[in-house]
T-cell receptor, first 114, second 113 residues
């Protein structure tokens, strides 16, 4: 009963390095999301994928790219990491065609950019 | 506008009731949610209320919705130390590409033994 799985759980990068955060869900949900969580600011949406084959920008997309690899997997890429991207990143999924369905979250990736 | 506002901290004694408040701005919101985040974990849904309801009770949790004032509250009865966590209020509404969820900044609940 895995739900939403994120890897890695922790990562430290140097400024300018690139990396991809992985997310997979086993609930057959159509929609997937990437958020960042910063102290006092709640969750801010970076990108989302309403369904397989589509991706859209959220509130804070600059510096990130995403790929909806298949229905299960949605990855987030930092091409050239900056200290301002130090944050906790959460992936979530939901079934949008049932509007009472909440989002299901992974446990997060704690990313530090030095 | 799309803002969900919550106070950042609340401290209560074990056994007391906790009341966490939230205000939102979008009257077209269809569902309003309360999520709980424990240290080192993601958010988990606690409860939710449909916008045409005034109140929902689920064991120790009571959600009150004042749609006129756009005010949502979560009451936790007999608060326990295990209730210490961050509580997020969120609103959801339909839009292109499915339903969009807007989260508040979270209220950190401290429970003193």
């Amino acid at each position: 009963n895995a739900g939403v799985t994120q890897t890695p759980k922790f990562q430290v990068l140097k400024t300018g390095q690139s990396m991809t955060l992985q997310c997979a869900q086993d609930m057959n949900h159509n929609s997937m999301y990437w958020y960042r969580q910063d102290p006092g600011m709640g969750l801010r949406l970076i990108y989302y994928s309403a369904s397989e084959g589509t991706t859209d920008k959220g509130e804070v997309p600059n510096g990130y790219n995403v790929s909806r690899l298949n229905k299960r997997e949605f990855s987030l890429r930092l091409e050239s990491a900056a200290p301002s991207q130090t944050s906790v990143y959460f992936c979530a999924s939901s079934e949008p065609y049932r509007k009472d369905q909440p989002q299901h979250f992974g446990d997060g990736t704690r990313l530090s950019i030095l | 506008g799309e803002d969900v506002e919550q106070s950042l901290f609340l401290s209560v004694r074990e056994g007391d009731s906790s009341v966490i408040n939230c205000t939102y701005t979008d009257s077209s919101s269809t569902y309003l949610y309360w999520y709980k985040q424990e240290p080192g974990a993601g958010l988990q849904l606690l409860t939710y209320i449909f916008s045409n309801m005034d109140m929902k009770q689920d064991q120790r949790l009571t959600v009150l919705l004042n749609k006129k004032d756009k005010h949502l509250s979560l009451r936790i009865a007999d608060t326990q130390t295990g209730d210490s966590a961050i509580y997020f209020c969120a609103e959801s509404k339909g839009g292109t590409g499915g339903f969009k969820t807007i989260f508040g900044a979270g209220t950190r609940l401290f429970v003193k033994a």
